[in-house]
């Protein structure tokens, strides 16, 4: 069953009047049991705003769907969270540069298309040529919740990572300080002296004649932290020239994003999402 907005107004005013005899606790009751969508988004939020022209739909629970734009697919989206699968080559927020084409930018692009007052909010970022999972939020107020309390909400954070050479140990534990410097570039001492704790676990995945493949967790998430790492034990990133890398046999950063487990920031339940690994990744290792 789906209605045309005609006229801006809060759902459950729209849905009071749309439902005929449907009384506030029926209504709700659809809110709550996930059977209300507004232009084929999940909202379960009595107050949600409507614009004239949307289409709310009333009925079965929506299948996931995955939604791609160019350089991203949308995996995962409600009234408070927005998931991508970023490829690698984009830029993930804009710079001070230029108005290059950012996945940041995309996204809103995408949802104010549907309701121009929506807001996607950066919560965190990859690096252009890190493909893989990326959350967004649309309040700003869990915005400022989820960066004031990243490593309490991210259950899992783990990355794919090819890496140069062969790791002959199966499993390690990386710890270090990590400092930045002018030069925009990381490094990491085993003393504090102002440094930020950074742990990364790494197991391996696979091992072929001139590369590794690393499943990678953070524990704590500091810039460039897996590249600095991976550098640290002598087996740099496939590609990363900036961080010791001889060669670019991927032609692209040998980095993925490929899980991102969390505590939804309104719901409180737990969500987890992966992508999986690049096809250059599984080349390199084919038989």
């Known amino acids: 069953m789906q209605f045309t907005v005609k006229a801006a107004a809060p759902l459950m005013d729209f849905l009071m009047q749309a439902l ?12 709550s049991k ?5 232009d084929g988004e999940l909202i379960t939020r009595f107050d949600h705003p409507l614009s004239e022209g949307q289409v709310v739909g009333i009925g079965k629970k929506p299948q996931g769907k995955t939604t ?16 991508i699968d970023k490829e690698a080559g984009l830029l993930s927020v804009s710079t001070d540069l230029g108005k290059e084409r950012t996945a940041h930018g995309l996204v809103s692009a995408y949802v104010k298309r549907r309701n121009p007052k929506t807001k996607v909010l950066v919560v965190h970022r990859l690096d252009r040529d890190t493909s ?3 959350m967004f939020v649309k309040d700003k107020d869990l915005q400022r919740h989820l960066r004031q309390n990243w490593q309490q909400s991210i259950e899992t954070r783990s990355y794919l990572v090819v ?18 410097t002018d030069s925009l570039r990381s490094y990491s001492s085993k003393r504090q002296e102002g440094g930020q704790k ?17 499943e990678v967790e953070l524990e704590t998430g500091r810039k460039n932290q897996i590249r600095v790492h991976m550098q640290d034990i002598g087996h740099p990133v496939a ?7 001889q060669g670019d046999k991927l032609g692209r950063l040998g980095l993925h994003a490929h899980v991102l487990a969390f505590t939804h920031p309104v719901t409180e339940k737990p969500m987890s999402f992966q992508s999986p690994a690049p096809a250059e990744f599984l080349k390199l290792f084919a038989p």
Not at 20 to 31: C, D, E, I
Not at 34 to 38: M, N, S
Not at 163 to 180: P, Y
Not at 239 to 245: F, H, L, N, V
């Open 132 to 134: 893989g999972i990326m």
């Open 163 to 180: 890496v140069e050479g062969i790791v002959e140990k199966d499993s390690g534990t990386i710890e270090s300080f990590m400092h930045g």
């Open 20 to 31: 005929h005899g449907k009384s506030r606790t029926g209504v709700k009751s659809l809110l």
């Open 198 to 214: 950074a742990v990364s676990r790494y197991k391996v995945l696979k091992r072929g004649k001139d590369h590794t493949l690393l």
């Open 239 to 245: 590609g990363d020239s900036k961080y010791g890398a």
């Open 34 to 38: 996930k059977l209300v969508t507004v």
């Open 68 to 83: 791609a734009l160019r350089g991203l697919k949308i995996i995962y989206e409600d009234e408070a969270v927005i998931v």
